[in-house]
């Protein structure tokens, strides 16, 4: 349906003559006649009644009276909607994270609401294979994984550096060391994270190289479970650094060092390829990159 048509009929409908409608539109009667009948063309019905010297709504241009109204409206409110997403007035952001994925996301979440209060963060958990395609479906904005994708419609940028951290409870006989080799973790019992990654791999592959047993008798779902279990003096464990900054300051668990398990961790921003992103997820996506460039900046400053 052509609004200008519309417009026309609107114009008609309010001022009950042909003639005054054309004038209000600065068309000429013609002009206006030919509109209304492409429209009642279109739409298989007649909208006025002509029998009389003012002509009166059908049924049909009744109903269509209503609508087109609504329309119209609509179509006014659209300018002023974009320009509130164009001014992150509105909008939403959609990323998908895994368990420390949501965690590295809490400060940059705070920095993003206090410059865009009105905009909404919705962090989908999600297993991380499953975060690249559900980029490519369109589900996901932008997403935080600790690997780079296969995929090529996908583009990743580095934005965190961390390390896995092995720690036991504090009353744990390593606890008074600072370094021990691997070799003495063949008989510790290890709680894992049940879901797989590329750091649980790499792991698996360290023990073997070295040929020490590993022993992950308990598997848990959270990284959250695995720092209470250990608090629980049931197991050892190794863990995202990033994840245990608060258990560490307070001592609930102690840190010790592994020397062949030093293995850092990357985490990615991850979006499509060459995809143009609203508004609201090109800001967040500038929030990330710019705290990112702050940390490697002190970290430059406090190295020289």
Known sequence: MDFRELEVFLAVAREKSFSRAAKSLLRTQPAVSLAIRRLEEELGESLFDRTSKIPSLTDAGELLLEHGRRLVNLRGEIRPALAELRNLERGRVRVGAN????????????????????VMVKIVRSLARNIP???????????????????SHLK????????????????HPLARRRRVSMHELGQEVFAAHNVWSPYRERVLRTFEKHRVPLHMDVELPTVE?????????????????????????????????????????K???????????????????????TQTEKVALSAEVNTE
């Open 99 to 118: 368990e420390t994925g949501a965690l590295y996301l809490l400060p940059l979440i705070a920095r993003y609401r206090r410059l865009y209060p009105h």
């Open 133 to 151: 395609q559900e980029l490519l479906n369109r589900n996901l904005d932008l997403g935080v994984l600790s690997y780079r994708p296969a995929e």
């Open 156 to 171: 990743s940028a580095i934005v965190y550096r961390d390390r896995l951290s092995f720690i036991v409870y504090p009353t």
């Open 225 to 265: 479970a695995i720092k209470k279990f250990v608090q629980m003096r049931q197991a050892v464990a190794l863990v995202p650094r990033m994840c245990i900054e608060e258990e560490l300051a307070k001592g609930a668990v102690v840190e010790v060092e592994i020397p062949e398990l030093r293995i850092e961790r």
């Open 267 to 289: 985490l990615r921003v991850v979006y499509r390829r060459g995809d143009s992103l609203s508004h609201a997820a090109r800001a967040f996506l500038r929030v990330v990159t």
